[in-house]
T-cell receptor, first 109, second 115 residues
């Protein structure tokens, strides 16, 4: 079966750095997405990786290793507004998105 | 540009009643999707449509039906609601021509409670 694993919850301090990991086992791979979802709101797109390596977008970076079935989302200079759930999703060989259950990130002052 | 709109925002429904959740997008995306999101389970695909006139079943299609008469609209119907269909429902759309264009954009969601 297809599987995406992420930690259920993480806690970090304002101003710090946090890394959210995602491992996947899917039938084929056509890219990996990270989404942010604030409580009570819709998911919003953060990043897309299809090649190995690091993609940087301001305070957020996303890394992919296809050989290891592994990705992480790195958030720097954490702000209180970064408190949210972070969803990892993989586009499989049928171009269907397979979603992880999400990681709830709690930021403490 | 509104993006994707969903209606209603929330609804309380008696079991056995029929309900249609509406979804409209103005981005001219060819693909549209319906998900349900339950605590601890993440997003689960109910039905999808790759282009107007075609639909497909996702991971949890039972009890739901969809239609795609045109590019913009993708309604989801619960023929006879049951309490297990209590959930938050998200509609999404994507350009779906491969790669990063498969980025899905989500509507604000409908919170449905079936009693």
């Amino acid at each position: 079966g297809q599987n995406i694993d992420q930690p259920t919850e993480m806690t970090a301090t304002e101003g710090a750095i946090v890394q959210i990991n995602c491992t996947y086992q899917t039938s084929g791979f056509n890219g990996l997405f990270w989404y942010q979802q604030h409580a009570g709101e819709a998911p919003t797109f953060l990043s897309y990786n299809v090649l190995d390596g690091l993609e940087e977008k301001g305070r957020f970076s996303s890394f992919l290793s296809r050989s290891k079935g592994y990705s992480y989302l790195l958030l720097k200079e954490l702000q209180m507004k970064d408190s949210a759930s972070y969803l990892c999703a993989v586009l499989d060989s049928n171009y269907q998105l397979i979603w992880g259950a999400g990681t709830k990130l709690i930021i403490k002052p | 540009i509104a993006g994707i709109t969903q209606a209603p925002t929330s609804q309380i429904l008696a079991a056995g009643r029929r309900m249609t959740l509406r979804c409209t997008q103005d981005m001219r995306h060819n693909a549209m999707y319906w998900y349900r999101q339950d605590l601890g389970l993440g997003l689960r695909l109910i039905h999808y449509s790759n282009t107007a006139g075609t639909t497909g079943k996702g991971e949890v299609p039972d009890g739901y039906s969809v239609s795609r008469a045109n590019t913009d609209d993708f309604p989801l119907t619960l023929a006879s609601a049951v309490p297990s269909q209590t959930s938050v429902y998200f509609c999404a759309s994507s350009d779906s021509t491969g790669g990063s264009t498969d980025t899905q954009y989500f509507g604000p969601g409908t919170r449905l409670t079936v009693l």
